[in-house]
């Protein structure tokens, strides 16, 4: 995780890591309702995933491209 404070976008997102426990684990138990509804969209991602090339505005044009809004 910290390795992605170098991308422009990590400096507008929320980063959390829960020692020793999984992704789902801490969705399960933080990410209320009331919480994620402000929100469009909330990435969940292992820490192995590989970013170089990742754009968030592509990812959210193929999103909509595709028809996977919520």
Known sequence: ????IEFEWSKRAIHVSAHKQSKWWYAKRFL?????????????????LGLDDFDAETMMQV??????KR
Do not use: Q
């Open 1 to 4: 995780m910290s390795e992605w």
């Open 32 to 48: 209320h309702p009331d919480i994620v509804a402000p929100y469009d969209y909330i990435f969940i991602w292992d820490e192995d």
């Open 63 to 68: 999103i909509f491209k595709l028809n996977l």
